[in-house]
């Protein structure tokens, strides 16, 4: 049996099967990115809410995994030569549980530098942008009377997007047939953005029919459907 006492996150969040993966996360586009990840390859993992209603992303049992204060964490008891690791953003969660199982990112070559410059346009770019048009759009910068910000995210939005349909095109997935992890960090967002944000009009998302089309055969892939849905929020 692992001993991850020495992890003060553990003392918030007690394991209760200390020899899985500890998963602290919330269903946002970026938390869901480690937990399908970890349906989709089938590692044991045990998901912990945080709770932002709550501040659980500011209290010292959760800064001391994620000094950053953002979700998701992973605490992997069989870490590198079978010692623990704590390991936060979402993009090095991916590579780290690709390397691990040897899924979703090619080992070696070409292919696997494609991949994670995929991913890194994701967390560089679709993440960051999106996120500040959801701001503008959906929260408390809606209410700004000056809509210059927000249409300056609309118009970024928009050219990602543009550079994302014409990557799909002809593609099943953005590395051509291969499923990888730079799926599973997209496609969350872009769902997102015309799902949860409400922006699909705003950004004029019919007019990248190749990425509707890949959303609905990402959700429609069991492992995701459950991850969408991990850890579960609490009730309203």
Excluded: C
């Excluded at 953005?193 to 009009?201: E, N, V």
């Amino acid at each position: 049996m692992k001993d991850l006492s020495p992890f003060p996150v553990t003392k918030r969040w007690p394991a209760q099967f200390p020899e899985r993966i500890q998963l602290y996360s919330l269903p946002t586009p970026n938390g869901v990115k480690a937990s399908i990840m970890l349906e989709e390859t089938g590692l044991p993992y045990e998901p912990h809410l945080v709770n932002f209603a709550s501040n659980d992303q500011t209290t010292p049992e959760f800064l001391s995994i994620n000094p950053n204060n953002k979700i998701p964490a992973i605490l992997d008891p069989e870490g590198p030569g079978g010692k623990p690791l704590a390991l936060f953003e979402s993009g090095a969660i991916l590579i780290y549980l690709a390397d691990k199982t040897g899924q979703f990112l090619p080992e070696h070559g070409a292919g696997r530098y494609e991949t994670l410059q995929w991913l890194m346009f994701q967390m560089g770019g679709i993440g960051p942008m999106f996120g500040q048009l959801g701001f503008f759009h959906k929260f408390a910068g809606k209410d700004y009377e000056d809509k210059r910000p927000r249409d300056r995210y609309v118009e970024e939005a928009k050219r990602l997007l543009n550079v994302l349909n014409q990557r799909m095109e002809g593609r099943k997935w953005l590395m051509g047939d291969d499923y990888s992890i730079a799926d599973i960090a997209t496609w969350p967002w872009v769902r997102n953005l015309y799902g949860f944000y409400g922006a699909g009009d705003l950004v004029g998302i019919s007019n990248f029919p190749n990425l509707t089309r890949t959303v609905d055969a990402f959700v429609a892939r069991p492992a995701v459907a459950r991850g969408l849905e991990i850890p579960k929020r609490p009730a309203a």
